[in-house]
């Protein structure tokens, strides 16, 4: 999977929203740094924290097992499969949040914004 990432912290630095349609085309002619947003490829049966890490970045993690949100990202493009999914309400899936911790990229290309524990709505669900 070819998994275009996006830091929120990057998103919220510029004022720029994470519904907008042309989001990854900013960030990509925004000359960021390469752990704020880039490509990298994910192996199958790697998790998206994993793919992450085993590619020398650090996203946000605590327990790794679906249990706290502190790993959440929002998916702009394409599928995170993550089916034991306890933390994330129904309204927050259904907008795209997942969990990387747990979530395993199924589609060919994904896009995602990593780091949005502090979006409203998902830094009250932390334990
Ligand atoms: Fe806790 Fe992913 S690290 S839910």
């Known amino acids: 999977t070819r ?5 929120y912290d990057a998103v919220a630095d510029h004022g720029w929203e994470i519904d907008d349609p042309d989001l990854f085309e900013a960030a990509s002619s925004a000359d960021l ?3 704020d947003y880039g490509v990298f490829l ?3 049966g790697e998790t998206l924290l ?3 890490e085993h590619r020398g970045f650090a996203w946000p ?3 790794r097992g679906g249990a ?3 790993c959440a990202v929002a998916v702009v493009e394409g599928e995170l499969d993550s089916t034991v999914d306890n933390v994330l309400t129904d309204d927050l899936v259904e907008r795209g949040f997942r969990l990387s ?3 395993r990229p199924v589609s060919e290309t994904l ?6 524990k502090h979006l409203p709505g998902l830094d009250d669900l932390r334990l």
């Open 68 to 70: 706290c949100a502190n």
């Open 33 to 35: 740094d390469h752990a």
């Open 101 to 103: 911790c747990i979530g």
């Open 3 to 7: 998994v275009e990432y996006l830091n």
């Open 42 to 44: 994910a192996e199958p």
């Open 61 to 63: 993690f605590a327990c």
């Open 111 to 116: 896009r995602v914004i990593y780091n949005v």
């Open 50 to 52: 994993e793919a992450a």
